[in-house]
């Protein structure tokens, strides 16, 4: 079993910045991808960013040249920091880890961007 545990999130203005944490505890693998994906109202839970344990990472289009992910010295926990926020990018966002074929999700934080 993993948890994970999300902070951040929260109300800002466009053109603002947030930052996304989440720590995993539990039984974890040394190999694994930790990262983060958003649902909009109305819409399918899409890709944000993944970092994996070699510090590779994957960005959406939407949030490439805006959005940042890293992981921290123990590689458990992974932030997103995202600039230059959009009405559009007001979302439930989900943290994620997967590994071995196993996957989890955070409880999810609620991100709204008010123009």
């Known amino acids: 079993q993993v948890q994970l545990t999300e902070s951040g999130g929260g109300l800002v203005q466009a053109g603002g910045s947030l930052r996304l944490s989440c720590t995993a505890s539990g039984v974890l693998f040394n190999m694994n991808v930790m990262g983060w994906y958003r649902q909009a109202p109305g819409k399918e839970r899409e890709l944000v960013a993944t970092?994996?344990?070699?510090?590779?990472?994957n960005y959406a289009d939407s949030v490439k040249g805006r959005g940042h992910v890293s992981r921290d010295r123990t590689r458990n926990t992974v932030v997103l920091q995202m600039n230059s926020l959009k009405p559009e990018d007001t979302a439930v966002y989900y943290c994620h880890w997967r590994a071995r074929g196993y996957e989890y999700w955070g409880q999810g934080t609620q991100v709204t961007v008010s123009s």
């Open positions: 970092i994996n344990s070699l510090g590779d990472t």
